[in-house]
């Protein structure tokens, strides 16, 4: 059975910044907050990794880990100052940090309960509820993925700055 990590929409709101004659400022400000995005997103892609390895002790490492990601992750970036009056980017990145917190405590927690079982120890109902986990986290995610896609385009548009996908989108899409 191919086991899914349901990341983050396909990673829409995945984005880099390139300088285009624009603030430095500007494009600091939202690569500061990207950068604590991709921070999560690589210890997601960890945990995904490990879910192969039905290893329950090896998937707790990670989720903590991914955990504590995200902790660190919503402290620094809720505590950021507006840029020159605009929220909207830092308040669509905390909604969407504070969602990867609650599926980590949750529905990522319970994808590493069942898949700990091993491959041979998994039942249809398991599968299923797999599917059900990785449907449910897509439809949830959507809505903070467009808000976020959204705030950091209108952002781009306003300070004059080229946008660009981001290093994992490839990975995340292959998953």
Avoid: W
């Avoid at 952002?155 to 996908?165: H, Q, S």
Wanted: proline residues 1%; charged residues 25%; contains cysteine.
């Amino acid at each position: 059975m191919k086991k899914k990590l349901p990341l983050v929409a396909a990673g829409l709101a995945l984005f880099f910044v390139v300088h285009c004659g624009s603030s430095n400022k500007a494009i600091n400000y939202n690569d500061r907050i990207v950068g604590y995005q991709n921070k999560i997103i690589e210890k997601m892609l960890a945990l995904a990794d490990s879910f192969s390895q039905a290893n329950p002790a090896a998937m707790q490492v990670k989720l903590l880990a991914l955990n504590g990601q995200i902790d660190e992750s919503l402290a620094v970036v809720s505590r950021m100052q507006d840029f020159k009056g605009n929220t909207r980017l830092r308040d669509a990145a905390v909604a969407l940090f504070e969602f990867y917190r609650d599926i980590a405590a949750a529905e990522y927690a319970e994808l590493v309960d069942i898949l700990g079982k091993g491959t041979g120890n998994v039942t249809d109902g398991d599968r299923d509820r797999l599917q059900e986990i990785q449907s449910n986290i897509t439809a949830r995610e959507a809505e903070f993925d467009k808000e976020l896609q959204e705030a950091q385009k209108e952002f781009a548009l306003k300070y004059n700055i080229e946008v660009t996908e981001n290093k994992y989108q490839k990975k995340i899409d292959g998953m």
